[in-house]
């Protein structure tokens, strides 16, 4: 099986327990947001914004000049999300890495009908993400008391929420045209990043 063109690798380490109380800050001003009517209407604006720039600049155009632009910034808002998610205790920083936690291969060639339409064939993949990420929630509470108590977070609770990051950038790709192939939960088996040393 051929690896998706979306990875997103997690290196979980010993978490400070400060930060539970950062993070929980973090998500409950994020979560309002998310149930705003803004939050959805950004949603449904991605593929139309992919569309005129597809209009604007052709097909080589937009993955030439405009998806470098659009994958620093899905590569940033992966820091942020490995961090709100108990992955890393690094706070995400404008600062250029080496070694992207989030890497999207191009690929296929993008139309505006065809971005305009994944506003329908995206809503399968939406909806299982839903479900997916009130079971990753409801992880996310056991592992901030295993932090509490231990200062770890069970590798259960790591991979499921890698798996749950990984899936959602996956869909962001695909909604933004940056790639053609569907997203999908899991592929060909990836290397496991080892943990890596105290915070």
Do not use: N
Not at 70 to 82: H, K
Not at 94 to 115: F, M, Y
Not at 168 to 178: E, I, M
């Amino acid at each position: 099986m051929t690896p998706h063109p979306v990875q997103f690798q997690a290196a979980p380490s010993r978490m400070s327990r400060v930060h539970v109380g950062v993070r929980l800050a973090a998500i409950v001003v994020l979560s309002s947001v998310a149930c705003s009517s803004g939050y959805w209407l950004l949603y449904l604006a991605v593929p139309a914004f992919a569309a005129l720039l597809i209009a604007r600049d052709g097909p080589e155009g937009y993955l030439e000049r405009d998806a470098p632009a659009s994958i620093r910034v899905l590569q940033w808002l992966a820091d942020a999300y490995a961090y709100l998610w108990l992955l890393t205790d690094a706070v995400p920083s404008a600062q250029v890495r080496p070694a992207p936690r989030l890497t999207i291969e191009l690929g296929g060639k993008p139309t505006v009908g065809a971005a305009l339409w994944r506003l329908v064939t995206s809503l399968p993949a939406l909806l299982l993400l839903i479900v997916v990420s009130i079971v990753a929630a409801v992880l996310w509470i056991v592992g901030a008391i295993s932090i509490l108590a231990t200062e770890r977070v069970p590798s259960a609770i790591t991979d499921f929420v890698a798996m749950k990051l990984r899936y959602q950038f996956r869909l962001v790709a695909y909604h933004l045209s940056l790639v053609d192939v569907y997203p999908v939960v899991a592929d060909a088996p990836q290397p496991h990043a080892p943990p890596t040393g105290t915070a």
